[in-house]
Protein backbone atom coordinates (compact mmCIF):
# COMPACT_ATOMS: atom_id res chain seq x y z
CA UNK A 1 0.00 0.00 0.00
CA UNK A 2 2.06 3.20 -1.00
CA UNK A 3 -0.64 5.91 0.61
CA UNK A 4 -1.36 5.79 4.17
CA UNK A 5 -3.79 8.38 5.44
CA UNK A 6 -3.32 9.83 9.25
CA UNK A 7 -7.08 10.57 10.57
CA UNK A 8 -8.14 6.92 8.83
CA UNK A 9 -5.30 5.54 11.00
CA UNK A 10 -6.14 7.38 13.86
CA UNK A 11 -9.88 6.46 13.44
CA UNK A 12 -9.58 2.87 12.69
CA UNK A 13 -7.56 2.40 15.60
CA UNK A 14 -9.56 4.44 18.32
CA UNK A 15 -12.45 2.29 17.19
CA UNK A 16 -10.66 -0.87 17.51
CA UNK A 17 -9.34 0.23 20.94
CA UNK A 18 -12.41 1.25 22.21
CA UNK A 19 -13.77 -2.76 21.26
CA UNK A 20 -10.58 -4.19 23.08
CA UNK A 21 -10.84 -2.23 25.96
CA UNK A 22 -15.17 -3.31 26.58
CA UNK A 23 -13.95 -6.71 26.11
CA UNK A 24 -11.43 -6.36 29.12
CA UNK A 25 -14.12 -4.54 30.95
CA UNK A 26 -16.51 -6.81 30.77
CA UNK A 27 -14.05 -9.82 31.25
CA UNK A 28 -12.82 -8.16 34.66
CA UNK A 29 -16.25 -7.35 35.95
CA UNK A 30 -15.17 -3.39 35.82
CA UNK A 31 -17.91 -0.76 36.54
CA UNK A 32 -15.73 1.97 35.06
CA UNK A 33 -17.47 4.84 33.22
CA UNK A 34 -17.42 4.84 29.28
CA UNK A 35 -15.93 7.78 28.89
CA UNK A 36 -12.95 6.63 29.99
CA UNK A 37 -13.25 3.93 27.64
CA UNK A 38 -14.07 6.75 25.11
CA UNK A 39 -10.72 8.26 26.65
CA UNK A 40 -8.36 5.11 26.63
CA UNK A 41 -9.68 4.37 23.05
CA UNK A 42 -8.41 8.34 21.85
CA UNK A 43 -5.09 7.61 23.32
CA UNK A 44 -4.69 3.75 21.30
CA UNK A 45 -5.85 5.46 18.42
CA UNK A 46 -2.84 8.56 18.56
CA UNK A 47 -0.53 5.68 19.80
CA UNK A 48 -1.34 3.98 15.70
CA UNK A 49 0.90 6.70 14.92
CA UNK A 50 3.80 4.13 15.34
CA UNK A 51 2.83 2.77 11.84
CA UNK A 52 4.52 5.55 10.28
CA UNK A 53 7.96 4.93 12.01
CA UNK A 54 10.68 3.09 10.69
CA UNK A 55 10.43 -0.77 11.10
CA UNK A 56 10.80 -2.04 14.70
CA UNK A 57 13.39 -5.09 15.30
CA UNK A 58 11.37 -7.94 16.55
CA UNK A 59 11.26 -7.99 20.34
CA UNK A 60 11.35 -3.66 20.61
CA UNK A 61 7.99 -4.00 18.54
CA UNK A 62 6.53 -6.22 21.42
CA UNK A 63 7.78 -4.14 24.68
CA UNK A 64 6.78 -1.05 22.65
CA UNK A 65 2.90 -2.63 22.83
CA UNK A 66 3.05 -3.37 26.07
CA UNK A 67 4.24 -0.01 27.01
CA UNK A 68 1.18 1.33 25.39
CA UNK A 69 -0.82 -1.34 26.64
CA UNK A 70 -0.04 -0.48 30.41
CA UNK A 71 -1.12 3.42 29.51
CA UNK A 72 -4.37 2.62 27.83
CA UNK A 73 -5.17 0.37 30.72
CA UNK A 74 -4.35 3.02 33.71
CA UNK A 75 -5.97 5.83 31.68
CA UNK A 76 -9.13 3.55 31.02
CA UNK A 77 -9.22 1.82 34.79
CA UNK A 78 -7.51 4.45 37.22
CA UNK A 79 -5.11 3.86 39.82
CA UNK A 80 -5.45 0.08 41.77
CA UNK A 81 -3.30 -2.76 43.68
CA UNK A 82 -0.25 -3.59 41.63
CA UNK A 83 -1.38 -7.24 40.93
CA UNK A 84 -4.78 -6.34 39.66
CA UNK A 85 -2.98 -3.34 37.08
CA UNK A 86 -0.76 -6.28 36.30
CA UNK A 87 -3.66 -8.51 35.86
CA UNK A 88 -5.35 -5.86 33.35
CA UNK A 89 -2.51 -4.96 31.44
CA UNK A 90 -1.87 -8.99 30.52
CA UNK A 91 -6.11 -9.24 30.02
CA UNK A 92 -6.14 -6.30 27.20
CA UNK A 93 -2.37 -7.30 25.50
CA UNK A 94 -3.83 -10.71 25.05
CA UNK A 95 -6.80 -9.51 23.42
CA UNK A 96 -5.21 -7.21 21.24
CA UNK A 97 -2.21 -10.22 20.64
CA UNK A 98 -5.45 -12.22 19.99
CA UNK A 99 -7.21 -9.60 17.60
CA UNK A 100 -4.26 -9.10 15.55
CA UNK A 101 -3.56 -12.59 15.06
CA UNK A 102 -6.95 -13.01 13.37
CA UNK A 103 -6.39 -9.74 11.50
CA UNK A 104 -3.08 -11.33 10.24
CA UNK A 105 -5.10 -14.31 9.14
CA UNK A 106 -7.36 -12.28 7.42
CA UNK A 107 -5.06 -10.29 6.03
CA UNK A 108 -2.43 -13.10 4.72
CA UNK A 109 -5.88 -15.58 3.73
CA UNK A 110 -7.83 -13.09 1.92
CA UNK A 111 -5.84 -10.46 0.95
CA UNK A 112 -8.05 -7.41 1.52
CA UNK A 113 -7.85 -4.10 -0.99
CA UNK A 114 -6.95 -1.38 1.36
CA UNK A 115 -5.72 -3.28 4.30
CA UNK A 116 -2.00 -3.64 5.84
CA UNK A 117 -0.03 -3.98 9.25
CA UNK A 118 2.52 -1.41 10.04
CA UNK A 119 4.89 -1.74 13.08
CA UNK A 120 2.21 -4.21 14.36
CA UNK A 121 -0.63 -1.62 13.85
CA UNK A 122 -3.48 -2.31 11.65
CA UNK A 123 -4.83 0.04 8.74
CA UNK A 124 -8.17 -0.13 6.86
CA UNK A 125 -8.48 2.12 3.64
CA UNK A 126 -12.20 0.16 3.78
CA UNK A 127 -15.21 1.98 3.92
CA UNK A 128 -16.61 2.32 7.33
CA UNK A 129 -19.81 -0.04 7.22
CA UNK A 130 -17.02 -2.84 6.41
CA UNK A 131 -14.22 -1.53 8.98
CA UNK A 132 -17.57 -2.18 11.55
CA UNK A 133 -19.18 -5.22 10.34
CA UNK A 134 -14.72 -6.49 10.63
CA UNK A 135 -14.28 -5.64 13.78
CA UNK A 136 -17.70 -6.53 15.26
CA UNK A 137 -16.66 -10.24 14.12
CA UNK A 138 -13.46 -10.39 15.84
CA UNK A 139 -15.16 -8.63 18.62
CA UNK A 140 -17.55 -11.46 18.93
CA UNK A 141 -15.09 -14.25 17.93
CA UNK A 142 -12.93 -13.04 21.23
CA UNK A 143 -16.35 -12.73 23.34
CA UNK A 144 -16.90 -16.59 21.77
CA UNK A 145 -13.27 -17.23 23.18
CA UNK A 146 -13.90 -15.99 26.48
CA UNK A 147 -17.19 -18.30 26.99
CA UNK A 148 -15.36 -21.12 25.96
CA UNK A 149 -12.00 -20.69 28.16
CA UNK A 150 -14.42 -20.15 30.94
CA UNK A 151 -12.66 -17.33 32.61
CA UNK A 152 -12.69 -17.14 36.16
CA UNK A 153 -15.63 -14.19 36.03
CA UNK A 154 -17.51 -16.69 34.03
CA UNK A 155 -21.67 -15.22 34.63
CA UNK A 156 -20.71 -15.13 37.96
CA UNK A 157 -20.81 -11.27 38.13
CA UNK A 158 -23.99 -9.45 38.08
CA UNK A 159 -25.24 -5.78 37.64
CA UNK A 160 -26.69 -4.27 41.08
CA UNK A 161 -28.85 -0.83 40.77
CA UNK A 162 -29.44 0.40 44.21
CA UNK A 163 -31.49 3.63 44.97
CA UNK A 164 -31.16 5.70 48.57
CA UNK A 165 -32.19 9.56 48.86
CA UNK A 166 -33.20 10.20 44.88
CA UNK A 167 -29.12 8.87 44.37
CA UNK A 168 -28.24 5.84 42.45
CA UNK A 169 -25.10 3.73 43.02
CA UNK A 170 -24.46 1.26 40.13
CA UNK A 171 -21.90 -1.10 40.68
CA UNK A 172 -20.92 -5.02 39.86
CA UNK A 173 -20.98 -7.52 42.65
CA UNK A 174 -19.89 -11.41 42.30
CA UNK A 175 -22.02 -14.57 43.24
CA UNK A 176 -20.93 -16.06 46.27
CA UNK A 177 -22.45 -19.33 46.77
CA UNK A 178 -21.02 -19.41 49.76
CA UNK A 179 -21.85 -15.94 51.65
CA UNK A 180 -24.77 -16.90 54.15
CA UNK A 181 -24.56 -13.21 55.77
CA UNK A 182 -27.99 -12.70 57.19
CA UNK A 183 -29.33 -9.65 58.98
CA UNK A 184 -29.87 -10.94 62.14
CA UNK A 185 -33.02 -10.43 63.61
CA UNK A 186 -34.94 -10.49 60.33
CA UNK A 187 -33.28 -13.42 58.51
CA UNK A 188 -33.06 -11.01 55.54
CA UNK A 189 -30.66 -11.74 52.92
CA UNK A 190 -27.34 -9.20 53.01
CA UNK A 191 -25.42 -7.79 49.72
CA UNK A 192 -21.82 -7.10 51.17
CA UNK A 193 -19.84 -4.32 49.19
CA UNK A 194 -17.12 -1.60 49.67
CA UNK A 195 -17.47 1.54 51.02
CA UNK A 196 -16.35 3.05 48.04
CA UNK A 197 -19.38 1.64 45.99
CA UNK A 198 -21.68 4.15 47.75
CA UNK A 199 -19.25 7.24 47.49
CA UNK A 200 -20.35 10.20 49.43
CA UNK A 201 -23.28 7.91 50.95
CA UNK A 202 -23.92 8.28 55.10
CA UNK A 203 -26.17 6.23 56.26
CA UNK A 204 -28.93 7.33 59.03
CA UNK A 205 -27.56 6.34 62.48
CA UNK A 206 -31.26 5.44 63.13
CA UNK A 207 -32.15 3.09 60.46
CA UNK A 208 -28.29 1.17 60.47
CA UNK A 209 -28.55 -2.84 61.75
CA UNK A 210 -25.45 -4.64 62.56
CA UNK A 211 -24.61 -7.38 61.19
CA UNK A 212 -22.16 -10.14 62.19
CA UNK A 213 -19.90 -11.79 59.41
CA UNK A 214 -17.15 -14.29 59.16
CA UNK A 215 -15.16 -14.90 56.48
CA UNK A 216 -11.97 -16.70 55.92
CA UNK A 217 -9.52 -13.49 56.96
CA UNK A 218 -11.75 -13.60 60.67
CA UNK A 219 -14.83 -11.64 61.03
CA UNK A 220 -16.34 -8.83 62.09
CA UNK A 221 -19.41 -5.90 61.87
CA UNK A 222 -21.40 -5.15 59.10
CA UNK A 223 -23.44 -1.55 58.76
CA UNK A 224 -26.32 -2.27 57.16
CA UNK A 225 -29.54 -0.70 55.82
CA UNK A 226 -32.05 -0.90 53.33
CA UNK A 227 -32.12 0.55 50.13
CA UNK A 228 -35.01 2.38 48.70
CA UNK A 229 -34.81 0.18 45.55
CA UNK A 230 -32.72 -2.46 44.52
CA UNK A 231 -32.39 -3.73 40.94
CA UNK A 232 -30.64 -7.18 39.97
CA UNK A 233 -29.68 -7.85 36.40
CA UNK A 234 -32.66 -5.20 35.18
CA UNK A 235 -35.35 -6.91 37.57
CA UNK A 236 -36.44 -5.06 40.75
CA UNK A 237 -36.06 -7.19 43.49
CA UNK A 238 -37.01 -7.36 47.12
CA UNK A 239 -36.61 -3.77 48.96
CA UNK A 240 -36.10 -5.62 52.07
CA UNK A 241 -32.68 -6.95 51.06
CA UNK A 242 -29.71 -5.88 53.18
CA UNK A 243 -26.97 -3.63 52.21
CA UNK A 244 -23.54 -4.36 54.57
CA UNK A 245 -20.82 -1.93 54.21
CA UNK A 246 -17.21 -3.00 54.54
CA UNK A 247 -14.15 -2.16 54.18
CA UNK A 248 -10.82 -3.29 52.61
CA UNK A 249 -12.38 -6.68 52.06
CA UNK A 250 -12.21 -7.59 48.82
CA UNK A 251 -9.63 -7.50 46.27
CA UNK A 252 -8.89 -7.17 42.33
CA UNK A 253 -12.10 -5.64 40.58
CA UNK A 254 -14.90 -7.38 42.29
CA UNK A 255 -15.98 -4.95 45.06
CA UNK A 256 -19.43 -6.48 46.25
CA UNK A 257 -20.87 -9.96 46.52
CA UNK A 258 -24.39 -11.17 46.21
CA UNK A 259 -25.77 -14.33 47.77
CA UNK A 260 -27.24 -17.05 45.33
CA UNK A 261 -30.61 -17.05 46.79
CA UNK A 262 -31.21 -13.15 45.10
CA UNK A 263 -30.32 -14.53 42.09
CA UNK A 264 -32.30 -18.19 41.65
CA UNK A 265 -35.34 -16.38 43.25
Known amino acids: MNNIYIDVLITVNIFIDYFLLMLTKKIIGSNIKYFRVIIGSIVGGLFSLTAL ?3 LPFGLN ?7 AMLIIFITFGKCKIKTYIKRVLIFFALSFSFGGLMIFIYLAFKPKGMGIYNDVIYFDISPVLLIILTLVCYYILLLIKKLTKSV ?3 DIHNIEIKINDKCYIFNAKLDTGCNVK ?3 SGKSVIVAEKEVFNDFVPDKTKVRLIPFTSLGGGGILQGF ?3 NIIIDGKEADNSVYIGICENIFKDDIKAIIPSELINN
Do not use: G
Not at 62 to 68: E, M, Q, R, W
Open 53 to 55: LPV
Open 62 to 68: ILTDLAV
Open 153 to 155: YKS
Open 183 to 185: EPF
Open 226 to 228: CAD
